[in-house]
């Protein structure tokens, strides 16, 4: 099989021992003679799997109990409207900080719904670093944050201090599971999982039962998170292979030693390609601000766009495969979630090195 380095933004690697235990189990999973695919998901089989996800990533991430574990679909995006929908009442202000693309596309749904706040932004300096500094509006009905801004390569280092009626949000698709993160200081958080734990298809939210009184009845069933909190998220059929895949991640990153040794990997991993851009007397530069640098995905430009082209040219040869920057920014990004090896970030370091030298 042709050796790749997969750095794409999501759909993104998947660990390649959980792949190689999804081709084991693909046509009889635990002797039931059917595929996870064909099993009913009212069967105790496929209910375990289910039990056995929740319960791997209460532990990993350290989830109070006083928190449901819900696996939805649609996205991210859908969590854009789920979240004002159920928390955006009457007579209050839903707040949003403005970290990049994603959390405007948040923005842009809540202000369909109801009253909304620009709590603080970084847009005027291109997203180029996070907005920390935040002034609240009155009768907050929540702050919203994107905690890994996947596009333009920054990341939160702390959490938000607020007041403890105000419930506190974030949109982690791209970064949850790859750092230590204190929970209780968040009333709901939510990820598309096809970043950092496993496949698309299943959207993860993890959700303090108390915010859960606010969820309005008027909602579509679907779209009300009470549905999910009440009947297990199996009141309809839920993407089964995908929570599947979702449990042998889970089972993958308790292998590595949880989440703080996946936390240390990620820095290491994130440090070398830095490393080079810094070194490189700008022949690479990093938009994103030192003090917010994502570890999960690092963008840089080169001097030129004819440059880049040839970088990327080079790169795909090399087997490189995801390095282009997204199609609203341009440039380059490496996007080195949970189970990018660090031996495949040695190698895109060594290549961007080379490159430059070839270059000078
Ligand atoms: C931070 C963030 N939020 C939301 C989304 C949208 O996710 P989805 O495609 O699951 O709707 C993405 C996708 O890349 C993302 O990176």
């Given at each position: 099989?042709?050796?790749?380095?997969n750095?794409?933004?999501?759909?993104?690697?998947?660990?390649?021992?959980?792949?190689?235990?999804?081709q084991v189990?693909?046509?009889?999973?635990?002797?039931?003679?059917?595929?996870?695919?064909?099993?009913?998901h009212?069967?105790?089989?496929?209910?375990?799997?289910?039990?056995?996800?929740?319960?791997?990533l209460?532990?990993?991430?350290?989830?109070?109990?006083?928190?449901?574990?819900?696996?939805?679909?649609?996205?991210?995006?859908?969590?854009f409207?789920?979240?004002?929908?159920?928390?955006l009442?009457?007579?209050?202000?839903?707040n949003?900080?403005?970290?990049?693309?994603?959390s405007?596309?948040?923005?842009?749904?809540?202000?369909?719904?109801?009253?909304?706040?620009?709590?603080?932004?970084?847009?005027?300096?291109?997203?180029?670093?996070?907005?920390?500094?935040?002034?609240?509006?009155?009768?907050p009905?929540?702050?919203?944050?994107?905690?890994?801004n996947?596009i333009?390569?920054?990341?939160?280092?702390?959490?938000?201090?607020?007041?403890?009626?105000?419930?506190?949000?974030?949109?982690m698709?791209?970064?949850?599971?790859s750092?230590?993160?204190?929970?209780?200081?968040?009333?709901?958080?939510?990820?598309?999982?096809q970043?950092?734990?496993?496949?698309?298809?299943?959207?993860?939210?993890?959700?303090?039962?108390?915010?859960?009184?606010?969820?309005?009845?008027?909602?579509?069933?679907?779209?009300?998170?009470?549905?999910f909190?009440k009947?297990?998220?199996?009141?309809?059929?839920p993407?089964?292979?995908?929570?599947?895949?979702?449990?042998?991640?889970?089972?993958?990153?308790?292998?590595?030693?949880?989440?703080?040794?996946?936390?240390?990997m990620?820095?290491?991993?994130?440090?070398?390609?830095?490393?080079?851009?810094?070194?490189?007397?700008?022949f690479?530069?990093g938009?994103?601000?030192?003090?917010?640098?994502?570890?999960?995905?690092?963008?840089f430009?080169?001097?030129?766009?004819?440059?880049?082209?040839?970088?990327?040219?080079?790169?795909?040869?090399?087997?490189?495969?995801?390095?282009?920057?997204?199609?609203?920014?341009?440039?380059?990004?490496?996007?080195?979630?949970?189970?990018?090896?660090?031996?495949?970030?040695?190698?895109?370091?060594q290549?961007?090195?080379?490159?430059?030298?070839?270059?000078?």
């Open positions: 099989m042709k050796q790749v380095f750095f794409n933004a999501g759909p993104a690697a998947l660990p390649k021992e959980v792949l190689q235990k999804a189990e693909l046509l009889n999973y635990q002797e039931s003679g059917l595929s996870v695919m064909e099993l009913s009212r069967s105790m089989l496929y209910e375990n799997i289910q039990n056995h996800a929740t319960e791997r209460r532990k990993l991430m350290n989830i109070p109990a006083d928190y449901d574990i819900l696996y939805m679909q649609g996205g991210a995006s859908l969590q409207s789920a979240v004002p929908m159920n928390f009442t009457e007579g209050k202000t839903a949003y900080c403005l970290s990049g693309s994603w405007e596309k948040a923005l842009k749904e809540a202000k369909k719904i109801g009253r909304t706040h620009i709590a603080s932004s970084s847009k005027e300096e291109n997203y180029s670093h996070i907005p920390e500094h935040l002034e609240l509006s009155e009768n009905a929540y702050l919203h944050i994107t905690s890994n996947t333009f390569g920054t990341q939160w280092k702390t959490t938000p201090e607020l007041d403890a009626e105000v419930p506190l949000i974030a949109d698709s791209s970064d949850i599971l750092r230590t993160i204190p929970v209780e200081k968040y009333s709901l958080i939510y990820a598309g999982a970043k950092n734990l496993g496949p698309s298809g299943v959207t993860v939210v993890i959700v303090k039962k108390e915010l859960l009184k606010r969820c309005p009845d008027h909602l579509p069933t679907m779209l009300n998170y009470q549905t909190a009947n297990g998220s199996l009141y309809n059929t993407p089964t292979f995908s929570i599947y895949m979702l449990s042998l991640v889970l089972d993958w990153v308790a292998d590595q030693g949880g989440v703080a040794q996946i936390e240390a990620n820095a290491e991993k994130a440090e070398l390609i830095y490393h080079v851009i810094d070194s490189s007397d700008s690479y530069k938009p994103a601000q030192p003090g917010s640098r994502s570890n999960m995905n690092v963008t430009t080169l001097p030129t766009d004819e440059l880049t082209k040839k970088f990327l040219y080079e790169a795909s040869e090399h087997g490189f495969i995801g390095l282009s920057g997204h199609r609203m920014i341009g440039g380059c990004r490496a996007s080195i979630y949970n189970a990018v090896p660090l031996a495949h970030c040695e190698r895109l370091a290549f961007m090195t080379d490159f430059r030298t070839n270059f000078m």
